[in-house]
Structures are given as structure tokens and as C-alpha cells.
């Protein structure tokens, strides 16, 4: 079985700087529990218009931003928020408004 200080310095010498980094802190005891990864799931047009309370097809009137999978629109619900709270989509709700009203 190998010296515990040999097998650390040989971790130190092939580590990364921000793994050194990281280990140096924890060796200090600064060292932060890592957060949880959250991975935010993707939506299909029918699920993200419920949540939204609107019709399927005003997502597409709306041009909201998608992803596409294989044929199918997939919808990131924080990248819908961010969309309906932009310039962008004022300015296009602005248009939208002004044709209905003709």
C-alpha cells in the first residue's frame, strides 16, 4: 500500500489549477458543499401553454423560443419567462396588438 503523502503529491502534481484550488481551501477548511445540479426539464407546446394559460397555437403567434427534437418543439420554461419579459416580445405584442385592432 502506498504512503498517503506520496499518493497526495502525485494527485497534486497531475490536478488541475482549480482542482489545487479547491483542495488547498478544503485542506483549510473553507471548503463549501458543492450545490446540487439541477437540470431543468424541457416541455412540450401543450404543457407550456397550460402552465401558461394560453391556447397551444399562441406560442407559435408569439414566436416563442424553442428547441427542436427530432420534429417537435421542446419549450424551456425559465427561457419562456425570460422571452415574455423582454423588449423583444413588447415590441412584438406591440405589432400583434395593432394588427388585431385594423
Known sequence: MKDI???FLQ???NASDERKQR???ALHGD????KPVTIEP???QREIAKLLKINPSTLWRWKIPYHQWG???RYLFSEVQAYLESARFRRQQSLLQSK???
Open 23 to 25: 483542495a488547498l481551501k
Open 71 to 73: 420534429g417537435s418543439r
Open 11 to 13: 494527485a497534486l502534481l
Open 31 to 34: 471548503d463549501q458543499p458543492l
Open 5 to 7: 503523502t506520496s499518493e
Open 100 to 102: 388585431e385592432v385594423r
Open 42 to 44: 424541457y416541455h412540450t
